[in-house]
Every structure is written in C-alpha cells, then in structure tokens.
Nanobody, 122 residues
C-alpha cells in the first residue's frame, strides 16, 4: 500500500509564501510523474504544476514565475514552493503521483493524497 501525505498548508497574507510537501511512503520501486492540483470551493480541480521522473516541469499559466515544483528522490518527496501568493490561490491542494509498486511492477499506479488547505487572506 502506498500513501501520499501532503503538508505545509495554512493561512498566509497576500504576497506571502508557503512550501507544500508531498511525502510518499509504503512499498514501491519508484515515484514517477508527480503533480500538484488544487480545488477551490465550487470549482473543478485543476492542475497547478507537474514534474516528471526525469525532472522536467510544467506549470499552470497563472502560477508561472511564482510557484516552483521540485523533488527529492532520496526522500520520496515532492515540494511546491509558492511565492507571492494571491487570494485566488486559495484552495485545497492535492498531490497526485504515478507509482511503480512492488505488487504491480509493470505499471504506474495513480495515487492521490488527502489534500492540504491553503488560504490567502488579509
């Protein structure tokens, strides 16, 4: 069984920063592509940033230049550094990862974390 646990959310004023973490635990061979999504009240979940197993990154246009996704493969952890936060960044942030598990070594199985709340408000 694989678990993804997000942390680092909280309340921050506009212009502030937060660093989210997504830590994977369990029995697996590798963490492959990882992405951060967010969902604001009354809105659909949307892709914020992604990073491949090789380290290539992509970002939603509205967060480019403010958010940075990175990974520490030795710690099975992916980070989302969020700077110059805006009220419209308020949402629950979810980590999503493709994992090559011991049970199914020929596949990349998709997992979600439980989410962490980010609130940007003065």
């Amino acid at each position: 069984q694989v678990q993804l646990v997000e942390s680092g959310g909280g309340l921050v004023q506009p212009g502030g920063s937060l660093r989210l973490s997504c830590a994977a635990s369990g029995m697996f061979f590798s963490i492959n592509d990882v992405a951060w999504y967010r969902q604001a009240p009354g809105k659909q979940r949307e892709l914020v940033a992604g990073i491949t197993g090789g380290g290539s990154t992509n970002y939603k246009d509205s967060v480019k230049g403010r958010f940075t996704i990175s990974r520490d493969n030795a710690k099975n952890t992916v980070f989302l550094q969020m700077n110059n936060l805006k009220p419209e960044d308020t949402a629950v942030y979810y980590c999503n990862a493709g994992v090559t598990t011991i049970q199914e070594p020929s596949k990349s199985v998709n997992y979600w974390g439980q989410g962490t709340q980010v609130t940007v408000s003065s």
